[in-house]
């Protein structure tokens, strides 16, 4: 099955089993906070990976707060903690900078503030080139952070630099599970304590048909939920989505 018959039929399924979110649900993503770690210090290490405490790292988390709800802002940081984590385990040099920036902003163009008619790769590369082109990052940095946020879900990443390649890496780890091989489980579990997932399978979808996911067209649907079908294939539990 090709990429463009894997998605018109997820769209398929999507559309036969949507439901309106219940008033429960509803309620607990509203008393859901922003994210667990408001107070957390950007200068602190997790798993042994210190996160990156630049004033543009600070500068992009204080966008990523305002702009993402709970459980994405907890994804992207975990995005950066495993990425890292797997350029250590095959020896990679990186700009721990940049990989930090394409990592905290690499799913924008999944919020309503940068929403658009662009698969939300791109949607949010272009917000994140915006944002560092109005700080002043040299334009040859912006042009790989943005290869980082529009090719993380793609395998094309893979062949690029570090910087880009483990984009894709941390956000795969996060979201199908980490590889023993290269992140130990203690690791996993240190990391899961300090940004725990907050999202379940109900919310993911209530959120999606209530305005706040990838719904702008059916194909950027189809896309963030055949990431969703594949952990469930691959056996994540579902009650701790993202």
């Avoid at 503030?113 to 040859?140: K, Y």
């Avoid at 879900?153 to 091989?181: N, R, W």
Wanted: hydrophobic content about 40%; overall charge neutral; proline content about 5%.
């Amino acid at each position: 099955m090709n990429r463009r018959q894997l998605i018109q039929n997820v769209a398929s399924i999507l559309a036969s089993v949507a439901v309106r979110p219940t008033k429960a649900a509803a309620g607990a993503r509203r008393q859901t906070p922003r994210s667990t770690n408001d107070n957390q210090s950007q200068s602190s290490v997790v798993a042994g990976v210190r996160l990156v405490d630049s004033k543009l790292a600070h500068s992009a988390t204080e966008l990523a707060r305002s702009a993402y709800p709970a459980f994405l802002f907890n994804h992207a940081i975990r995005t950066y903690i495993f990425g890292s984590l797997v350029g250590r385990a095959h020896g990679h040099r990186f700009d721990e900078e940049m990989l930090y920036l394409a990592c905290v902003l690499h799913d924008l163009g999944l919020t309503s503030r940068f929403e658009g008619d662009l698969p939300f790769e791109i949607q949010g590369a272009e917000a994140a080139q915006q944002f560092l082109s109005d700080h002043d990052v040299p334009r040859e940095k912006v042009e790989v952070i943005w290869d980082g946020i529009a090719l993380h879900a793609s395998a094309v990443s893979g062949f690029k630099q570090p910087e880009v390649a483990l984009v894709g890496e941390g956000a795969g780890a996060d979201v199908l599970g980490a590889d023993p091989a290269e992140i130990p489980r203690d690791k996993v579990e240190e990391v899961l304590k300090a940004f725990p997932r907050l999202l379940t399978v109900q919310e993911l979808v209530s959120w999606d048909l209530c305005g706040r996911g990838p719904t702008a067209s059916s194909w950027r649907r189809a896309q963030f939920y055949a990431r969703y079908r594949r952990a469930l294939r691959a056996g994540f539990p579902p009650q701790e989505f993202l």
